[in-house]
């Protein structure tokens, strides 16, 4: 089975600052697709960013990023310029089989202004 | 609003009882899930649908649980004789997928409290 962690429980950071997760993962596939997830508080949880094992070039989403290092089964996604807004619990998760996502635990990042 | 939609939001029950939680996925997305996420934890997968049947169920689904998905279109999750340990957020997710790496959009959540 996929394993996931997070091994950072919570992060903070000043506004207009940058800051990096962190994610490693365990999978026995060899295409696969990996995904960031943000879950503000009492909100939905909504896609970041998406990444698929095969490429090696770093996915890109505006302020979002991540550094996908398929040997070494990382995947940490880097968000430049934090804003407020960001302030959310963060979920890595491969995609295991079927589709369904096998999450992390999850950083809870905040920022502080 | 056309996002995936669950009913009710907070649902608190004794222990023992029978609740049913509703979810309708994005309109014509073929694939509908339920996870289920405990306070501090990331969300466990426990079933997911392709159209109308069920193609799979997490060994977390014990046979308390029981999901439907009629017609392919909304889908219920039923929970019969409620324990504490079944207090969580019980997350409803779908997607349109034709191919690999499709996004998932996810629902509010109906929050269960068993006491």
């Known amino acids: 089975a996929q394993t996931v962690t997070q091994s950072q429980p919570e992060m903070s950071v000043q506004e207009a600052e940058t800051v990096t997760l962190s994610c490693t993962y365990d999978?026995?596939?060899?295409?696969?697709?990996l995904f960031w997830y943000k879950q503000p508080p009492s909100r939905q949880m909504i896609l970041v960013i998406r990444?698929?094992?095969?490429?090696?070039q770093n996915a890109t989403e505006n302020r979002f990023s991540v550094n996908f290092q398929k040997a070494a089964k990382s995947f940490s996604l880097k968000i430049s310029d934090s804003q407020l807004g960001d302030a959310a619990m963060y979920f890595c998760a491969p995609v295991q089989g079927a589709q369904k996502l096998v999450f992390g635990q999850g950083t809870r990042l905040t920022i502080n202004p | 609003d056309t996002g995936v939609s669950q009913d009710p939001r907070h649902k608190i029950t004794k222990r023992g009882q029978n609740v049913t939680f509703r979810c309708d996925p994005i309109?014509?997305?073929?694939?509908l899930y339920w996870y289920r996420q405990t306070l501090g934890q990331g969300p466990e997968f426990l079933t997911y649908?392709?159209?109308?049947?069920?193609?799979?169920k997490s060994r977390l689904l014990s046979d308390r649980f029981s999901a439907e998905r009629p017609k392919g279109s909304f889908s219920t999750l039923e929970i019969q004789r409620t324990e504490q340990g079944d207090s969580a957020m019980y997350l409803c997710?779908?997607?349109?997928?034709?191919?690999?790496?499709?996004?998932?959009?996810f629902g509010q959540g109906t929050r269960l409290t068993v006491v």
């Open positions: 997710a779908s997607s349109l997928v034709v191919g690999a790496g499709t996004e998932a959009f």
């Open positions: 309109s014509e997305h073929n694939r």
């Open positions: 999978t026995s596939e060899s295409d696969y697709y």
């Open positions: 649908f392709q159209n109308e049947a069920q193609l799979e």
């Open positions: 990444q698929e094992a095969y490429k090696q």
